[in-house]
């Protein structure tokens, strides 16, 4: 696909994951021809999330689209690099500036099977198993959620009590997948996200993590903004 071809996708994974969480994506984006990035971010800081894109960004070359699922979201708003041309927001949070992250997760009320999330000593928010299996990726198979459980990364309190600076979204154009089974983020927030960004908006009967149980539907998304550019 020619609109992919000279296009450098940056990927950011959420809480309780890593770059490996974009595996299916990555491996379809590149069938088409763009080439992609994981930005390993630390999930210790936001501001510290914030360097780890930047550094990321910085590696890359030509356009870039920034793509970002759930937490990330809030960090792909920094990408104010003049070469990123557009950002994409899978199941994300956006909070606006002045905002904190968990101001805009706990905006409406949680699903039923929502994981109760509590920091451990260290100040670090593990998901309980159940909470994979339930919330996180619930029409993911078990192989899949067996992989989550295994290599998670907990988040610290710090990156969602931060508030975050004036976001790229307010220059720059914005897609976002609303994932209407999302049991983690409530889709009454995500659309409320989505029309404050005035984002294009695609939304699908999926789950919190379409990256692992609909990917081609997120491919979708991106390609989208890539032939926008």
């Known amino acids: 696909m020619a609109e992919l071809k000279d296009v450098t996708v940056v990927a950011v994974h959420g809480a309780w994951a890593d770059g490996t969480s974009w595996e299916l994506v990555i491996r379809k984006l590149e069938a088409k021809g763009a080439k992609v990035v994981a930005a390993p971010i630390p999930l210790s800081t936001f501001g510290e999330d914030a360097a780890a894109l930047r550094r990321t960004i910085a590696r890359t070359e030509g356009p870039v689209i920034v793509a970002g699922h759930a937490y990330a ?49 260290d100040g670090y928010i593990w998901m309980p198993d159940s909470g994979f299996d339930d919330a996180f990726a619930q029409n993911a198979t078990a192989e899949q959620k067996a992989l989550c459980k295994a290599v998670q990364r907990p988040i610290s309190v710090k990156c969602i009590q931060e508030a975050v600076p004036t976001p790229a979204w307010r220059t720059k154009p914005v897609w976002y997948l609303l994932a209407e089974e999302d049991r983690m983020i409530n889709p009454k927030t995500q659309r409320f996200m989505a029309e404050r960004m005035k984002a294009k908006v695609r939304s699908f009967a999926v789950d919190h993590t379409p990256l692992l149980t609909a990917p081609d539907r997120v491919v979708e998304v991106i390609v989208d903004a890539a032939k926008a550019l």
């Open 73 to 121: 979201g809030a960090v792909v708003g920094t990408a104010n690099d003049e070469r990123v041309k557009a950002l994409v927001y899978v199941a994300a949070l956006a909070p606006d500036e002045g905002e904190t992250v968990g101001q805009v997760f706990y905006r409406d009320e949680p699903h039923v099977q929502a994981p109760k999330l509590v920091p451990d000593a």
